[in-house]
């Protein structure tokens, strides 16, 4: 089936460590998207791709870092210059056309929590 | 980006149909409106677009006002499992790259 897949459902980290969120797309999909959301809140940019071995920098980057050497990933890093990293993540991928007529489709999700 | 507000939470009856507005007074002539919803602890899942006319699938319609300054997302017989965050959005192009910004949503909660 395709789809979009994340890893791992659930993370831990401890102060001080970097942890990468794996996500994995089959839908050949030119664009990716990383979201944080936070209990009670909508979905923040954090960074997007829009093509391989190219990506920007979102409305809350600052802590994060990712790379997309592949078409099918876009592994995000989270850095232990996140303070607050506690929060569940989204990845999502949609094709880049030149129209806005394309559906975005999620994953499941990560829940990273500090130990 | 043009922006979108929605009203933080509304409710309805079961079987009768739920009305979910949504204000994007900025919108651009190019620019879609999405609707998503969330369901607790899961991704997003996609619902309905729309550029000017009104739009139907099995899940909802959109109506989108003539001036495309609002619209609204109208699920015909809610359920108890169309408890969900729901999300306006609008999609920005610029040139070759396109960001897609979420608010906060409208929790809709279905009541027996």
């Known amino acids: 089936d395709g789809g979009i897949t994340q890893s791992p459902k659930y993370l831990f980290r401890k102060e001080g460590q970097n942890v990468t969120l794996s996500c994995e797309q089959n839908?050949?999909?030119?664009?990716m998207y990383w979201y944080r959301q936070d209990p009670g809140q909508g979905l923040r940019l954090i960074y997007y791709?829009?093509?391989?071995?190219?990506?920007q920098k979102g409305d809350i980057a600052e802590g994060y870092s990712v790379s997309r050497e592949k078409k099918e990933s876009f592994p995000l890093t989270v850095t232990s210059a996140q303070k607050n990293p506690t929060a569940f993540y989204l990845c999502?991928?949609?094709?880049?056309?030149?129209?806005?007529?394309?559906?975005?489709?999620f994953g499941s999700g990560t829940q990273l929590s500090v130990l | 980006d043009a922006k979108t507000t929605q009203p933080t939470s509304m409710d309805c009856a079961e079987g009768r149909a739920a009305n979910l507005p949504c204000n994007h007074s900025?919108?651009?002539?190019?620019?879609?409106v999405y609707w998503y919803r969330q369901i607790h602890s899961q991704g997003p899942q996609y619902i309905i677009h729309?550029?000017?006319n009104n739009e139907t699938n099995e899940m909802a319609s959109l109506i989108i006002t003539e001036d495309r300054k609002s619209s609204t997302l109208i699920l015909p017989h809610a359920t108890l499992r169309d408890t969900a965050v729901y999300y306006c959005?609008?999609?920005?192009?610029?040139?070759?790259?396109?960001?897609?910004?979420f608010g906060k949503g409208i929790t809709l909660s279905v009541r027996p």
């Open positions: 729309g550029l000017k």
């Open positions: 839908l050949n999909h030119d664009a």
């Open positions: 791709s829009q093509i391989v071995n190219d990506f």
């Open positions: 900025t919108i651009s002539g190019n620019e879609y």
């Open positions: 959005i609008v999609r920005a192009l610029t040139g070759a790259n396109s960001k897609l910004t």
């Open positions: 999502a991928s949609t094709s880049a056309g030149k129209t806005t007529n394309e559906k975005l489709f």
